[in-house]
């Protein structure tokens, strides 16, 4: 459906998460995938979605002089949130493991953004989602970090691994957010676009 809508226009996806590229893909959607460095810095003063939405507008930023009429450009971000405070990617090992450990047996949640941008507009819708966490041993984080190297996750995890289908208990709200993009509010905005 959103392909033939979309038949005239280049969609640009600007992320280089698989799984993101994935739950995309699954909307039926012709895309192709242009990324661009930036520096992912915001104002500590920020909370919750103001983080994925200063975010994904930043990542927008980066393709500014450079869109053309017939382009759709899709950047988003995606932060654990969890005891008032933004959990990103960890650093390495020992960092992932210490944020599991503050995550075992508590709830937290995720936000995402998703940044739309043409040259006439910009638009940001997100989404958050409460995730409940069973209790953890120190020997299944440890395991869990040493197979699956969550080093590219927020929060250190991914929802559709290992520590996803051992440790999430319960979802308050959308799945896909978790992994990444809220796709019924993605398939919306498009639907409505």
């Keep these: 459906m959103l392909a033939q809508k979309f038949a005239n226009t280049e969609i640009i996806l600007a992320s280089q998460s698989p799984r993101r590229q994935e739950l995309l893909k699954g909307l ?3 895309f192709r995938i242009e990324t661009r460095p930036v520096d992912e810095v915001y104002h500590n003063d920020l909370k919750g979605h103001e983080i994925t939405d200063y975010l994904s507008i930043l990542k927008a930023s980066a393709f500014k002089n450079d869109l053309i009429d017939s382009q759709i450009l ?3 971000d995606t932060i654990v949130w969890f005891q008032d405070k933004p959990l990103e990617k ?3 090992a020992q960092h992932a493991e210490k944020m599991l450990q503050l995550l075992s047996g508590k709830t937290h949640e995720v936000f995402t953004s998703v940044c739309f941008t043409t040259i006439q507009r910009q638009q940001v819708i997100y989404d ?3 995730v409940h966490f069973a ?3 120190d020997e299944e984080i440890h395991y869990y970090v040493t197979n699956y190297k969550p080093f590219d996750k927020a929060g250190a995890y991914g929802v559709q691994d290992w520590l996803g289908y051992a440790a999430v208990t319960r ?3 959308c799945y896909y957010n978790v992994m990444g993009l ?3 509010k993605v398939y919306e905005f498009l639907k409505r676009y």
């Design 128 to 130: 958050v989602t409460k």
């Design 28 to 30: 039926d959607l012709n």
């Design 171 to 173: 979802l308050e709200g």
């Design 182 to 184: 809220p796709l019924p």
């Design 135 to 137: 209790v953890l041993t």
């Design 74 to 76: 899709i950047t988003s």
């Design 90 to 92: 960890p650093k390495d």
